[in-house]
């Protein structure tokens, strides 16, 4: 069973532009983790939440994270071509560790 | 900083063929994974180790043998290969289960 959801399933922009992924979680957690994983490579993080923070920042990335409403956003600003992937959230308070089909973003030229 | 190294990159097998894929990491890390990902979806656990001689089957583990060797390797047996499978297998490491993993570049299996 899936635990932790992204939507939209796919999206687009152009590069400059500022785009906002979407995860909803069925679990109260200790953390969400945000992962990536361009064509051709195993995933990688981007960022972990824990279940007491209500944004983490890196760099052009920024998460948030609703307990209440248990869900949680990946925001990516002036985006680049380079940032075309999938993008997963990961719910870590699962005993079984679970990566849903992500969000296909595409960064157009 | 540490790698994940799987071997082969690529494996073409044949119907009924037993296969094995083999995963390295040299981070020290006592958890190890293996994951399915099929074309344009998510990644589906098969098994994990969360420390040397430990085995936990995940939501796939059905078809599949697993063999935590020592801390650094995990392989993966494909116990009866099926005919037209085409997968990406994904193997990867973090300090404990609830950590962040770090993925290795995965081998693809092609069943002919």
């Known amino acids: 069973s899936q635990l932790a959801e992204e939507n939209p399933w796919a999206l687009s922009v152009h590069e400059g532009e500022s785009v906002t992924v979407n995860c909803s979680y069925k679990?109260?957690?200790?953390?969400l983790q945000w992962y990536r994983q361009k064509s051709g490579e195993g995933p990688a993080q981007l960022i972990l939440?824990?279940?007491?923070?209500r944004e983490k920042r890196n760099g052009r990335l920024r998460a948030t994270l609703d307990t209440s409403s248990q869900s949680s956003s990946l925001s990516i600003t002036a985006t680049r071509c380079e940032d075309t992937a999938v993008y997963f959230c990961?719910?870590?308070?699962?005993?079984?560790?679970?990566f849903g089909k992500g969000t296909h973003l595409h960064v157009l030229p | 900083g540490g790698i994940i190294t799987q071997t082969p990159k690529f494996l073409i097998g044949q119907e009924g063929q037993k296969l094995t894929l083999k995963c390295q990491q040299n981070?020290?890390?006592?958890?190890m994974y293996w994951y399915r990902q099929d074309s344009g979806k998510g990644l589906r656990l098969i098994y994990y180790?969360?420390?040397?001689?430990?085995?936990q089957k995940g939501d796939l583990s059905e078809g599949y043998d697993a063999s935590r060797e020592k801390k650094s390797s995990f392989s993966l047996t494909v116990t009866s290969a099926q005919k037209n499978e085409m997968a990406v297998f994904l193997c990867?490491?973090?300090?404990?289960?609830?950590?962040?993993?770090?993925f290795g570049p995965g081998t693809r299996l092609l069943v002919l």
């Open positions: 990961v719910d870590t308070n699962a005993y079984k560790v679970i």
């Open positions: 939440i824990r279940s007491n923070e």
């Open positions: 990867a490491s973090s300090p404990g289960f609830q950590d962040t993993q770090y």
């Open positions: 180790s969360i420390t040397e001689n430990d085995l």
């Open positions: 981070f020290n890390h006592d958890t």
């Open positions: 679990t109260s957690i200790t953390a």
